[in-house]
């Protein structure tokens, strides 16, 4: 079935960019996505989004999602990660302590086109690449190992037991050994270092200071750390009541032993900027024991309206990210779960768990091709623990068209993520959208 969708879905039409006449304006699109954010925090998100193409390209998932959204597809339809930037990859603990390295995010995840989730991670890798000071040669050859390494993936994976592939994971040190460019090497060695002390008892100090009755309250650093008024505090409490009822009842036992001790509003990522982002300190049986959760809010994905129009498949969003992620990813965090409060809806994770990536502005020429090798396999597996594998291996075949092919896509969309960028910045010149001074941070970091 997979050989035969090469007829009616050519390979080279994988690789064709160019603007529509309909192709909705790019300001009004991020516009559209600031309803219901946080309005006094929508300017630190363009701030970042305005420091750099790539900086762009984080934040504007739902850009992206109605321009894929407009080419031809193949009509298979895994479980897909949505906004499967380069820089959505990246480190965090097993339920058995050990560091994985798989895709991180999925606020857009949803059923969709395997096509658009590997046409935006080649984008991103292209984009990253020439901020990066690389060769538009070498930008192809790290899109072409991208390729090559999900087709090959995919085409291992498709041959064993669907079971089976629920195993397959990908370590620190199986990572280590993957990785075959010295620099790159070096880079994840410092980052698995980095993220191993990123949890929550080396966060209390930082996170956290002991008030005048002896208990800890998160420091505030406004706008990225505000304080609570006591109501939304209180709504924050109770949904974390409600989440419990989404645990295994394992885990619903051992966080029932938890204290709630402080709440706060948090500021991550780029795209997320302006939802609301709590962070919750909950203390154990000792002071040391502590734990940090993050509630996080979640809306339809940005592919959601293009798969299934305007009615919502799903009556909690926060549900959809928690299972997705539980699909695409071969080990989770196993505190994940759901809620609802304030007319919001929330998922839970833990929000220091060994979590880190690597850092993509150190990357030189191999690096780069030898990670965007590693994330195309991760994005393989993710693709191939859901449905159609054997499909996409069909169609993807064993030659080099389709690598050539969704290169010739990501230098296209690079360059029109860079005219996307120049808009933007535009915008903001003429005071169209606001601008948070001095909050620019790296579009490399997760928190920039």
């Known amino acids: 079935m997979g050989r035969t969708l090469r007829q009616t879905r050519p390979v080279e039409a994988l690789g064709q960019w160019t603007v529509q006449r309909d192709r909705p304006q790019v300001v009004s699109l991020i516009r559209a996505s600031h309803d219901g954010r946080l309005a006094h925090l929508v300017g630190i998100r363009i701030g970042r ?42 480190f965090y603990r097993s339920p058995e302590g050990e560091q994985v390295l798989d895709i991180n995010d999925f606020d857009e995840a949803h059923v969709g086109a395997w096509e658009w989730d590997l046409a935006r991670l080649t984008a991103s890798t292209w984009v990253a690449g020439r901020e990066n000071g690389q060769t538009e040669e070498a930008c192809r050859d790290a899109v072409v190992a991208c390729v090559t390494a999900y087709r090959d993936e995919v085409a291992r994976l498709a041959e064993i037991p669907l079971v089976q592939r629920s195993y397959e994971r990908m370590d620190v040190t199986h990572l280590a050994d993957t990785a075959t460019d010295p620099t790159l090497r070096d880079a994840i060695r410092r980052a698995a270092k980095a993220a191993r002390k990123r949890t929550s008892d080396r966060a209390l100090p930082r996170f956290t200071s002991e008030g005048a009755d002896g208990h800890r309250q998160i420091v505030a650093e406004p706008p990225l750390v505000e304080r609570l008024p006591d109501a939304v505090a209180e709504q924050v409490a109770q949904g974390l009541d409600d989440y419990l009822t989404t645990l295994p009842a394992q885990w619903r036992r051992v966080l ?152 010739a896509f990501a230098r296209a969309y690079a360059d029109q993520t860079e005219a996307d960028h120049a808009t933007l910045v535009s915008a903001v010149e003429r005071g169209d959208l606001p601008v948070a001074d001095g909050l620019m941070g790296s579009a490399f970091r997760p928190g920039g």
């Open 49 to 90: 989004m305005i420091g750099s193409p790539y900086g762009f390209l984080r934040g504007s998932a739902v850009v992206m999602a109605d321009d894929v959204a407009r080419l031809p597809v193949t009509g298979i339809t895994p479980v897909v990660g949505g906004d499967a930037h380069l820089g959505n990859f990246g």
């Open 256 to 407: 029932a032993w938890y204290e709630l001790v402080d709440v706060a509003h948090k500021v991550v990522g780029v795209g997320s900027v302006g939802l609301r982002a709590y962070v919750a300190l909950l203390v154990g049986t000792s002071p040391d024991d502590v734990l940090f959760l993050q509630l996080k809010q979640a809306r339809r994905s940005v592919l959601a309206r293009y798969v299934h129009g305007e009615h919502a498949w799903h009556d909690h969003q926060g549900q959809r990210v928690v299972e997705s992620q539980q699909a695409l990813q071969t080990v989770s965090d196993p505190l994940l779960g759901w809620t609802s409060f304030g007319g919001n809806q929330y998922y839970v994770r833990t929000f220091r768990n060994m979590k880190g990536t690597v850092p993509l502005d150190g990357l030189d020429a191999g690096a780069l091709v030898d990670y965007a090798r590693i994330v195309g396999s991760l994005l393989a597996k993710g693709h191939a623990r859901t449905s159609g594998a054997s499909m996409i291996a069909g169609y993807l075949g064993d030659d080099d068209a389709p690598a050539l092919a969704f290169a």
